[in-house]
């Protein structure tokens, strides 16, 4: 494993709280600014040993109401791809310089709009909680 994937793998296991095998990271693929709908682009898509899809999505400039709309298309389109690519679960991570201003809200959301599918999860996260990653990632 080389040093640019431990930021990443410090944040899929220590912030996320994914379990998963160290040897999954030696195959991390990331795609910046992922168009999935003419107006939903996706920050940062990491594909983490073509098993586990993480969406990162900044959600700094928008009214708290607009994730009734966002945030359901994005689990959406994070299923579509998960299950499209053979992937085994899929992390949305919402990153905000105040989540705590809509957490409930998003996780209500979340919960609607899973159903029973138990290899999807929902992170709320500060931008405080990433900027390193953010940093190493940029690199």
Not at 49 to 66: E, M, P, S
Not at 69 to 94: C, S
Request: glycine share 2%; net charge negative.
């Amino acid at each position: 494993m080389d040093s640019k994937s431990e930021p990443i793998k410090f944040f899929v296991k220590d912030i996320l709280g994914c379990q998963c095998e160290d040897s999954v990271f030696e195959s991390i693929v990331q795609e910046k600014e992922v168009r999935l709908e003419p107006e939903l682009l996706v920050n940062r898509v990491l594909i983490i040993g073509n098993r586990l899809l993480i969406y990162l999505y900044f959600f700094n400039n928008y009214n708290k109401n607009d994730l009734d709309v966002i945030l359901p298309k994005l689990i959406a389109h994070g299923r579509a791809w998960r299950e499209d690519r053979n992937l085994n679960r899929f992390r949305l991570v919402i990153i905000s310089n105040d989540p705590t201003e809509f957490e409930t809200q998003a996780n209500e959301i979340f919960v609607k709009n899973i159903g029973n599918d138990e290899k999807i999860h929902l992170h709320v996260l500060s931008e405080n909680d990433i900027n390193l990653l953010i940093t190493e990632m940029n690199k």
